[in-house]
């Protein structure tokens, strides 16, 4: 009777030691006043942050542009973005009969930019180019009144916008310009645009055509491709390309008697014109 109580009491104990604890009982801990763990808070480190520095993207569409010319003039202009990033950009200066909406009316800033190249001409573009249009002062959206000479302060302040828009490089301005445009172009290029095409120009702001493109052929200078393109019978324009010279200077006198945007709004003297263009790019930026 003994050795039973004796083995009973043996087991009575063994279970008691291998049982739980109540004083090892774990006690519950709330999840939510857990420090979330490291890989919670810190991003890997091979995962770009955000920084001050970061650019803008490249817009899509057309960006409404204010801007001010020196004098402080209030001018407006439209940016159209290239399809490809660090694309030159071409600023597009229009005419007395008209304002910036010319050039997107014939169709030109679809086929500089690749937008629809095939509804300005069958002639296309082997890239893809930036276009930076603006209202002269007096003009459109832009301030100011009809004035030849504050028309010098507006371009010089669009090529300088033009070299701050996203996605250009802004070592590769031209400017493309229409009678008081054409004349504007080489007036106001300066250390900025890399060539300059002028559609009938007449020294309409007041500096001599040959005067403005003999300062390009300067031996101490970095000299620019330069196109003047006018029509037999415009007894400004005609005479105004043929007395300008240059070691990079082009000219062509067409036949007929149409003036400035009318050279590439009339189709087939459009399609005589746009060759020129086309080299002309490729010499200048390409």
């Known amino acids: 009777m003994n050795k039973t109580f004796a083995f009973l009491a043996l087991c009575l104990l063994m279970l008691t030691s291998c049982g739980p604890s109540t004083t090892e009982e ?23 942050q955000p920084t001050a520095t970061t650019q803008p993207a490249v817009p899509t569409e057309p960006q409404r542009i204010e801007f001010s010319a020196e004098d402080g003039t209030p001018l407006v202009g439209y940016f159209y973005p290239a399809s490809v990033p660090n694309s030159p950009v071409i600023v597009l200066m229009h005419w007395a009969q008209g304002d910036q ?25 082997p890239a893809s180019y930036a276009a930076f249009t603006f209202d002269f002062r ?33 070592m590769r301005v031209v400017g493309l310009g229409s009678s008081i445009g054409a004349d504007a172009v080489v007036d106001s290029c300066g250390d900025i645009c890399k060539g300059a095409f002028s559609l009938s120009p007449g020294g309409y702001l007041g500096i001599p055509y040959a005067k403005a493109v003999a ?7 970095s ?7 006018a029509s037999e019978n415009d007894r400004e324009a005609a005479p105004t390309c043929k007395s300008a010279s240059g070691a990079l200077y082009q000219s062509a006198i067409l036949p007929g008697g149409l003036h400035g945007t009318e050279l590439l709004s009339d189709i087939p003297t459009r399609e005589t014109v746009i060759p020129y263009i086309i080299e002309w790019l490729a010499n200048s930026v390409n």
Request: hydrophobic share 40%; glycine share 10%; proline share 11%.
């Open 138 to 170: 007096g003009y459109g959206e832009s301030g100011g009144d009809y004035d030849a000479a504050g028309w010098l302060l507006d371009a010089k302040a669009a090529y300088e916008t033009a070299q701050t828009l996203p996605g250009v490089d802004p």
């Open 223 to 229: 000299p620019i491709h330069i196109v003047c393109i």
């Open 26 to 48: 774990p006690v519950p801990v709330a999840t939510e006043t857990l420090a979330p763990s490291a890989t919670e808070t810190t991003a890997p480190a091979d995962t770009p």
């Open 101 to 125: 909406q010319d050039w997107l009316k014939i169709g030109m800033l679809d086929w500089l930019t690749g937008a629809n190249p095939g509804a300005f001409t069958t002639q296309l573009l």
């Open 215 to 221: 300062f390009f052929d300067d031996p101490a200078r």
